[in-house]
C-alpha cells in the first residue's frame, strides 16, 4: 500500500477492466444500500492513517490493484482450463480394439475403459489385464506355504455361499515356484478356471465343489471346498463387465502382447473408448478458490497495516511528549508548538505522530478550532495515551490554566515508565520463544558429549 517516493505505479493491461470492476461494484453497492463488513473496516482503516480524502483514495487504488491480481489468476486458471477441454475435443476419444499385457514380472494392469453396447452407453469398466505367460522355469517349494497362502486367498474371498461372479483362481503360489492345478464337480455351471459358464436355475443357487491340486516337482497336495453360485445382476454393464473378466482369464494361458477386448455383446457391437477424467473443471474450482482466498488476503493487509500504524504510535509517543513539553518550555502557544512540529510531518519517510501533527495543524489552517482538531487528533489515534495528551493541551487553551508544563512533564516521566515496562515485556516475551530452541540446542549438545562417551567406555 505504501509508495516509495512521490512515482506512480505503471498500471499493466488489466488495469482499465479492473477499474472498470470496482466503479460497477461500486454503483451495485449504492443500489443495495449495504456492504462488506470486511471492505468498510479497511476503509476506515485508511481513512484513519491517511484522511477521509487520501484514505478513500488509497482505498480505490487498493481495490483495483487486487481486482487486476484476481483478473490475472482468473483468466490463467480459466484459459489453462479451456486449453485442456479444447485439447480433449480435438482428440476426442481413441478407439480400443486390443490392449498390450505388461511384460512378464511387471504383473497385471487395470484400465478404465468406456464402451457403447449398440445406442447405450456403459461407463466406466475396469478392466484387468494379465501380464505375459512366463517363460518355463520349476524351482523347489514347500507345499504347507502353498497351502497357507490359499487359505489366506479363501478368507480374503467374498461370501462362499452366495458367488454371482466369475472367480479368479490362482494358479500360482510361493512366487511361482508352486502352480495350482483345478477341478470343477460341475462343468457346465464353472469351469476349472473360475469362470461361470451359466447362470444357476434355481433363485436359490447351485452347490459345486472346486478341488486344487498343488504340485510342486513331484509331491502334490489335494485341496477341496465347497460353494454356492447364484444368479448375477442382468444389467449390460454387468454383463459386459463379466465377459471382459472372462476374456481377460482366458487371454492369461495365450501367448502375445496384446488382449483383445469383447467386441459385440447379446449381438450387439461394442466400441471401447478411454475414459478421461475432467481435469480442466478441477483447474477451474481451484481457480475460482484461489481467487476468493486472495481476496480475503487483501482484506486483511489493510488491518494489519492500521495495527502496525498504532504500534508506532505508540512506540514514538514519549520521545513526541518531551519534545512538546520542551517546545512548550520557551513560552511558544499551541497553535506555533504544532505549526513547528508539523514541518517534521512535512518531510518523506516522518513518523505516523508528526504526519497526525501535520493533519491537525492544517485543519487548524482550514478554521477548525483547537480544541476540535485535538479531540479529532485523538479519535484518528484511537491510543489512550494520545487522547490524554490532547485534553491536557484543550484544557489549557479553553481555561488557560499555567499548570499545562507540570501535566505534560508527569504525562512524559509516565510515558517513558510505560516504554520501559512494554520493553520489559518484550524481553520476556523473546525469551519465552527462544526456550525451545535452547532447549534443542541443549539436546544437540548433550548428544555430542554422550555419544563419544559411550563409545569410549564401550571400547575399554
Not at 516509495?4 to 449504492?30: D, M, V
Not at 499555567?402 to 523473546?430: I, M, S, V, Y
Request: aromatic share 6%; hydrophobic share 40%; with cysteine.
Amino acid at each position: 500500500m505504501r509508495r516509495k517516493g512521490n512515482g506512480k505505479q505503471k498500471n499493466g493491461p488489466l488495469h482499465r477492466p479492473a477499474a472498470w470492476l470496482w466503479a460497477l461494484q461500486e454503483r451495485y453497492r449504492g443500489q443495495r444500500s449495504d456492504g462488506n463488513a470486511v471492505g468498510q473496516k479497511g476503509l476506515e482503516t485508511l481513512c484513519r492513517i491517511w484522511g477521509p480524502a487520501a484514505g478513500r483514495e488509497r482505498y480505490r487504488e487498493f481495490q483495483i490493484r487486487k481486482r487486476e491480481k484476481l483478473l490475472a489468476v482468473f483468466l490463467v486458471g480459466m484459459g489453462l482450463a479451456a486449453a485442456l477441454g479444447i485439447r480433449g475435443l480435438r482428440e476426442g476419444k481413441e478407439a480400443v480394439e486390443a490392449l498390450t499385457r505388461p511384460e512378464s514380472g511387471l504383473g497385471d494392469a487395470s484400465l478404465v475403459l468406456e464402451a457403447r453396447v449398440g445406442d447405450e452407453d456403459t461407463g466406466p469398466l475396469v478392466v484387468t489385464v494379465p501380464e505375459q505367460r512366463l517363460s518355463k522355469s520349476q524351482c523347489e517349494e514347500v507345499l504347507l506355504r502353498a497351502q497357507r497362502e490359499l487359505e489366506e486367498w479363501m478368507a480374503s474371498q467374498p461370501d462362499w455361499d452366495a458367488v454371482s461372479e466369475d472367480l479368479s483362481l490362482p494358479v500360482s503360489f510361493c512366487g511361482g515356484l508352486a502352480e495350482g492345478v483345478w477341478q470343477s464337480s460341475s462343468y457346465d455351471l464353472m469351469d476349472a478356471s473360475g469362470r461361470i459358464r451359466k447362470d444357476p436355475v434355481e433363485e436359490d443357487g447351485e452347490l459345486l465343489v472346486l478341488t486344487v491340486r498343488l504340485v510342486c516337482g513331484e509331491a502334490q497336495r489335494e485341496l477341496a471346498f465347497p460353494l454356492r453360485i447364484v444368479p448375477e445382476g442382468q444389467t449390460a454393464a454387468d454383463r459386459l463387465q463379466r465377459q471382459t473378466k472372462r476374456q481377460m482369464l482366458a487371454v492369461r494361458e495365450e501367448e502375445g502382447t496384446s488382449a483383445r477386448l469383447p467386441e459385440e455383446l447379446d449381438g450387439q457391437t461394442v466400441t471401447w473408448t478411454d475414459s478421461r477424467k475432467p481435469y480442466g473443471l478441477w483447474i477451474a474450482l481451484l481457480t475460482v478458490a484461489g481467487c476468493v482466498l486472495l481476496n480475503f488476503a487483501g482484506e486483511r493487509d489493510l488491518e494489519k497495516e492500521g495495527l502496525q500504524r498504532q504500534d508506532l504510535l505508540l512506540a514514538a509517543y514519549p520521545s513526541f511528549l518531551a519534545r512538546l513539553t520542551l517546545l512548550a518550555q520557551t513560552g511558544m502557544p499551541v497553535r506555533q508548538i504544532f505549526a513547528r512540529l508539523a514541518q517534521e510531518g512535512a518531510k518523506a519517510g516522518a513518523s505516523p505522530v508528526y504526519e497526525e501533527v501535520l493533519r491537525t495543524f492544517r485543519e487548524m489552517e482550514s478554521g477548525t478550532t483547537q480544541l476540535e482538531a485535538f479531540v479529532n487528533f485523538g479519535k484518528r489515534t484511537r491510543l489512550a495515551q494520545y487522547k490524554k495528551c490532547m485534553s491536557l493541551l484543550a484544557q489549557n487553551v479553553r481555561k488557560g490554566t499555567g499548570e499545562l508544563l507540570t501535566a505534560l512533564g508527569q504525562e512524559a516521566e509516565n510515558a517513558f515508565e510505560e516504554r520501559k515496562a512494554a520493553a520489559r515485556r518484550k524481553g520476556e516475551e523473546a525469551q519465552t520463544k527462544l526456550l525451545l530452541p535452547m532447549l534443542m540446542m541443549l539436546g544437540v549438545v548433550m548428544i555430542l558429549i554422550l555419544v563419544p562417551a559411550c563409545f569410549s567406555f564401550g571400547g575399554m
